[in-house]
Every structure is written in structure tokens, then in C-alpha cells.
């Protein structure tokens, strides 16, 4: 019986003698993380800009007559994605698309209502859809000049404006509405 415990210690003692880590000595610490599964959740981040669903609303009355709404808001669904990589960490940012529902009165009658996307402006200008691709809508308002032309001021004029994700690139696209619900849409690019 003396042999016999004496054989089971020398057996633990030799069991916690070859479980001391030797084998990942010479390995990097992103093999050992590789070889625990574990590499994937440090070397990615992931994040969402905005981070939830965002929603604007705007109702304006101008005095020519035209009453405008504006909703603009987050697309869950789509998005523009960033790739950058630091070391090994791999950081992506999805830039998700903000649409706009514009809506347009004139004497209490409805002549506009329309979804606007990049889509929509890629329709009449179609050599800068891989631009608007990688672009964000940052901000859409009615631009109604004060001083401008009575020709002018008969017709609602609202501002979209896109931004590059990645690098220093702005496109503005102008949308013209006439009383009678007809569209024009110009584009200045900065």
C-alpha cells in the first residue's frame, strides 16, 4: 500500500510536470490565441455609426405659399463599410445610409412626396454613383434664398448633402420643386 500511493504522487507530480505551458514557449501570442479560438475576438472591433436608429423630422411654411416636411432618417438595413487595420487589429466601422421622405405642399395640395436616396440622384447623374457608393447623407434642408428672383422663390429648393467616408470628398445636389409638382435637380460639387 506504501508502493502504492507512494506510485499515484510520482504519477500526479509527473501529470502537472508536462501540463507547464513548454509547448507554447516558442509561440507568438497570436498562435496561442489562434489555437484557443480566441484570436478572432481581439483582433476585430466592430462598430456603427450612428449606433441606433436616428430620426429628424422638419415641418416648414414658406411664405410663397409651399408647406415642406422633411423626415430623414437611419436605413438599418444598409450601409457603407471602413476598413482600417492597426497592428493586428482589424477595426470596421459600417457608415449606415440615411435616407430622406420629402413631402411637399402647395395651397394645402400635395405635389411631392418622395423617398430620397442615392439612387435618386444617381438617376440624373449616373457617373457619380461610384462616389455616392462610399458617401453619407450629412444634412438635407430647404435653402430658400431670401433676395433671389421672384422666378426663384415660386419654386421650393431643398439641399442634400453628401460626405465621403474615407477621404475629404462633398457632393451637393440641389432639388428644385415647381408648384406643379415638376423636379429639377442640379449638382455642385465641393
Request: with cysteine.
Amino acid at each position: 500500500m506504501k508502493h502504492v500511493s507512494l506510485f499515484i504522487l510520482v504519477a500526479i507530480a509527473m501529470v502537472f510536470a508536462a501540463c507547464d505551458g513548454r509547448d507554447r514557449l516558442h509561440k507568438t501570442p497570436q498562435e496561442i490565441l489562434h489555437e484557443s479560438e480566441l484570436l478572432d475576438s481581439f483582433s476585430e472591433t466592430i462598430s456603427y455609426v450612428p449606433e441606433t436608429y436616428a430620426e429628424v423630422k422638419t415641418d416648414t411654411l414658406l411664405a410663397n405659399g409651399f408647406h415642406i416636411k422633411i423626415r430623414i432618417y437611419t436605413d438599418m438595413e444598409r450601409s457603407v463599410l471602413d476598413t482600417t487595420k492597426t497592428d493586428s487589429i482589424i477595426s470596421k466601422t459600417y457608415y449606415r445610409d440615411i435616407k430622406s421622405q420629402v413631402i411637399v405642399f402647395k395651397e394645402d395640395q400635395e405635389i411631392f412626396n418622395k423617398t430620397i436616396d442615392k439612387s435618386f440622384f444617381t438617376d440624373t447623374f449616373a457617373h457619380h454613383e461610384a462616389d455616392l457608393k462610399r458617401m453619407t447623407l450629412q444634412s438635407a434642408h430647404v435653402n430658400q434664398l431670401p433676395n433671389a428672383p421672384s422666378t426663384e422663390t415660386d419654386a421650393v429648393q431643398i439641399a442634400f448633402y453628401y460626405v465621403h467616408i474615407s477621404r475629404d470628398l462633398k457632393k451637393q445636389y440641389q432639388l428644385q420643386i415647381q408648384p406643379n409638382g415638376e423636379f429639377d435637380i442640379t449638382n455642385f460639387e465641393n
